[in-house]
């Protein structure tokens, strides 16, 4: 890094371009390929020539630096992707980015932690060019740039050498800029683009932009090495000492030294500006969320929850095991619930802005509802169809760290009024929830009709408990649907204009309406219900995936995305293929004469 650095954000779409006054050259743009040896560079101007530092040799060899404790570490701010947050959130985050893990294991087998990743990428402790850690998932693309189709990872020096990746990747900035659609080789040229560039910002020590402003929110802050745009020698003289003691500290796998420079050098760092430096309380929390990993952990109580209260339905008796289940089932909950909080408290916004914070609202208030209507009917029946759903619904966020990240992002202008932001999407994402349970239950239906069509049939507790599940999402939909309304008066100066968000909401709220009047009427039965109640979700599920994943189009820009299609069309196959299956064994039980119960009215109102 030299001075004068230009501190742009390596999250940056844009292409990258020749920086001169670094020493680095970018060739190929945005495809890197770097010209000179990094390590000495960022030796010589990061740590200012510090003796103690100049003696050890060049690249250091930093063993057993995965032992080290950074916490300290990382929990200095960086400011990255629009906001302040610890090094620590941004390490994991640019890990995920680039590998597609929260986690890396080397060619020799070294698993690597992102923290760790971050400092041996800047000291050069190793030859990150050489690991075949970037992410490319798409065989097309794989194809075109004469990859092999079955590897997912690719090193550093065999992509910034591809031309046609490079080719590729100008290509989709200029249909981009003229906002023309890209296909999903483009897409994804863009995203391998973007992995090689921060990469090589984390070599070469431009994504370290540690330095905060002095006075201006709206001011970037800089690397070290660019300390003069804001402050003299003589103010950040206090930061020289502990920058230092940093890297060889670590280079020298001193745990206790590492630890107690890092809190100085942030110390330091805080006293150039207070009032914008993020507190200690602050930064503590979010590594503490970063390090709970609550969502990861919930879906495993979830499961062994889901499976105590499996058993213990099947004995048909069991009120320990039985409570056992209950009881984890709310430990689940209250850890799902800590992990909504911190990311309510680090945001300070409702978790609900993309597509990751709605799975994990969704699967939250699915396990709330399931536990509700446990308490009013006293039947475990719903948490047996609750807790899969919400199970399977992490394990997707879970596998899809790419398609579905989870950082947390500024909001774009539209989402800048919390007011709405919490009465309407809340409230729409509740509908799915209800939506989702109710699936859940007509897929325990199914298999029962599946199963025994009899004795499913005259199971009238289930259904009546399915159409309350029905009737609860169907108020929270049209609830949302006329605030949305609302807010799109209040956000475009339009109550309607068919975007295709607000249609396929429609398109839902029809479906879930004209399954409730169908079953007052009596134009179908029980069964019916069952049926609609898993082809309607299919409604739901493109008003909440496909419109964001599939479409890519409309006014609700900031929750597109794409990634996860194969996945969800995989499921709505086997899910179809599950349901034409129950379909013929209740056919064909009517077709043997069994006795078909009637079906029972409802006077409850929608």
């Given at each position: 890094?030299?001075?004068?650095?230009?501190?742009?954000?390596?999250?940056?779409?844009?292409?990258?371009?020749?920086?001169?006054?670094?020493?680095?050259?970018?060739?190929?743009?945005?495809?890197?390929?770097?010209?000179?040896?990094?390590?000495?560079?960022?030796?010589?101007?990061?740590?200012?020539?510090?003796?103690?530092?100049?003696?050890q040799p060049a690249p250091f060899t930093a063993a057993g630096t995965g032992d080290l404790n950074y916490q300290q570490f990382g929990t200095l701010a960086i400011q990255d992707g629009g906001r302040r947050k610890p090094i620590d959130t941004f390490a994991k985050e640019s890990l995920i980015r680039i590998t597609g893990r929260s986690s890396y294991t080397?060619?020799?087998?070294?698993?690597?932690?992102?923290?760790?990743?971050?400092?041996?990428?800047?000291?050069?402790?190793?030859d990150w060019r050489e690991e075949p850690m970037i992410l490319?998932?798409?065989?097309?693309?794989?194809?075109?740039?004469?990859?092999?189709?079955?590897?997912?990872?690719?090193?550093?020096?065999?992509?910034?050498?591809?031309s046609e990746l490079s080719r590729l990747v100008n290509e989709a900035h200029v249909r981009r800029a003229a906002e023309k659609p890209l296909d999903r080789a483009q897409n994804e040229a863009l995203s391998v683009g973007e992995r090689l560039g921060l990469l090589a910002h984390i070599m070469d020590g431009s994504a370290l932009l540690?330095?905060?402003?002095?006075?201006?929110?709206?001011?970037?802050?800089?690397?070290?090495?660019?300390?003069?745009?804001?402050?003299?020698?003589?103010?950040?003289?206090?930061?020289?000492?502990?920058?230092?003691?940093?890297?060889?500290?670590?280079?020298?796998?001193?745990?206790?030294?590492?630890?107690?420079?890092?809190?100085?050098?942030?110390?330091?760092?805080?006293?150039?500006?207070?009032?914008?430096?993020?507190?200690?309380?602050?930064?503590?929390?979010?590594?503490?969320?970063?390090?709970?990993?609550?969502?990861?952990?919930?879906?495993?109580?979830?499961?062994?929850?889901?499976?105590?209260?499996?058993?213990?339905?099947?004995?048909?008796?069991?009120?320990?095991?039985?409570?056992?289940?209950?009881?984890?089932?709310?430990?689940?909950?209250?850890?799902?619930?800590?992990?909504?909080?911190?990311?309510?408290?680090?945001?300070?916004?409702?978790?609900?802005?993309?597509?990751?914070?709605?799975?994990?609202?969704?699967?939250?208030a699915v396990s709330v509802f399931g536990l509700l209507f446990f308490l009013r009917y006293r039947t475990t029946v719903y948490l047996l169809a609750a807790l899969p759903a919400t199970t399977l619904a992490l394990i997707l966020v879970h596998q899809m760290p790419i398609a579905m990240p989870a950082s947390i992002d500024p909001l774009v202008p539209v989402l800048r009024d919390n007011f709405w932001l919490t009465i309407h999407v809340l409230t729409i994402t509740l509908s799915y929830a209800a939506f989702l349970l109710a699936c859940a239950f007509g897929h325990i239906l199914l298999f029962q009709y599946a199963r025994n069509p009899t004795a499913a049939r005259k199971d009238a507790p289930m259904h009546f408990w399915l159409y309350r599940v029905i009737q609860l999402g169907v108020l929270l939909l049209a609830a949302g649907t006329i605030l949305g309304g609302v807010w799109a008066n209040y956000s475009w100066g339009r109550f309607w204009g068919w975007d295709p968000k607000e249609t396929w909401a429609l398109i839902a709220l029809l479906c879930y309406i004209t399954t409730l009047h169908g079953r007052l009427a009596g134009w179908w039965t029980q069964f019916g219900l069952v049926v609609a109640s898993v082809l309607c979700f299919l409604a739901v599920l493109m008003a909440w995936y496909g419109v964001n994943f599939v479409l890519g189009k409309g006014l609700h820009s900031y929750g597109f995305g794409i990634g996860g299609e194969t996945y969800v069309a995989t499921f709505v196959g086997l899910d179809l293929l599950f349901l034409a299956f129950a379909i013929w064994r209740y056919r064909k039980s009517k077709s043997l004469g069994k006795p078909i119960p009637a079906v029972e009215t409802e006077t409850v109102a929608v």
């Open positions: 890094m030299r001075p004068n650095q230009p501190a742009h954000s390596p999250a940056t779409t844009e292409p990258l371009r020749a920086c001169p006054n670094t020493g680095f050259h970018y060739i190929n743009s945005p495809v890197i390929r770097l010209t000179l040896p990094i390590a000495t560079v960022v030796l010589a101007t990061l740590f200012l020539a510090d003796p103690g530092v100049a003696q080397d060619k020799a087998g070294r698993t690597w932690r992102p923290d760790d990743f971050v400092l041996s990428a800047l000291l050069e402790t190793h490319v998932s798409l065989g097309k693309l794989k194809e075109q740039l004469g990859l092999p189709v079955t590897q997912r990872r690719f090193t550093h020096s065999q992509l910034s050498g591809l540690i330095v905060p402003a002095p006075e201006k929110e709206t001011d970037p802050w800089v690397v070290p090495p660019e300390f003069s745009r804001y402050y003299s020698e003589q103010q950040f003289e206090p930061a020289h000492a502990p920058l230092q003691a940093v890297a060889a500290a670590y280079s020298q796998s001193d745990s206790f030294q590492f630890s107690r420079s890092s809190k100085q050098l942030r110390d330091a760092l805080r006293n150039l500006s207070p009032r914008l430096y993020p507190s200690d309380q602050k930064l503590n929390l979010e590594y503490f969320s970063n390090h709970l990993e609550a969502f990861y952990r919930a879906l495993w109580l979830y499961a062994l929850a889901f499976f105590a209260l499996l058993i213990a339905h099947l004995r048909g008796r069991g009120t320990i095991l039985r409570g056992i289940g209950v009881t984890v089932a709310i430990s689940a909950v209250l850890l799902h619930a800590t992990g909504i909080v911190l990311r309510c408290m680090i945001g300070g916004r409702p978790p609900v802005t993309n597509m990751y914070e709605s799975i994990i609202w969704v699967s939250f």
